[in-house]
Nanobody, 121 residues
Framework: VQLQASGGGLVQAGGSLRISCAAS????????MGWFRQAPGKAREFVAA????????YYEDSLKGRFTISRDNAKNTVYLQMNSLKPEDTAVYYC???????????????WGRGTQVTVSS
């Protein structure tokens, strides 16, 4: 499985951004797709995840209401809509996939390269 994240950029605080993750190669039909982020000097952290059907979604508690994860299986693409962005949302955002119903970072086995999101104050 190859994952390619895109759509990052520079946005002002309070603005919105949608980032995408396209999967290719031997994609799995039963998997969770997740977004993680890593700010400078900090550990990578969970952001959101979605089941293959889209029925199950998971969010880091502090991001609920601002971030929305969705997917289009016909395009093998997962999206992360980010609203009301804050400077502390600045990070490299990574997409990843796991065969488990899990938000634990160590259970994600395929990772994309990440896309930079910078929120200016």
């Amino acid at each position: 499985v190859q994952l390619q994240a895109s759509g990052g950029g520079l946005v002002q605080a309070g603005g919105s951004l949608r980032i995408s993750c396209a999967a290719s190669g031997r994609t799995r039909s039963s998997y969770l797709m997740g977004w993680f982020r890593q700010a400078p000097g900090k550990a990578r952290e969970f952001v959101a995840a979605i089941s293959y059907s889209g029925v199950k979604t998971y969010y880091e508690d502090s991001l609920k209401g601002r971030f929305t994860i969705s997917r289009d299986n016909a395009k093998n693409t997962v999206y992360l809509q980010m609203n009301s962005l804050k400077p502390e949302d600045t990070a490299v955002y990574y997409c990843a996939t796991t065969p488990y119903d899990s938000i634990l970072i160590h259970e994600y086995d395929f990772w994309g390269r990440g896309t930079q999101v910078t929120v200016s104050s």
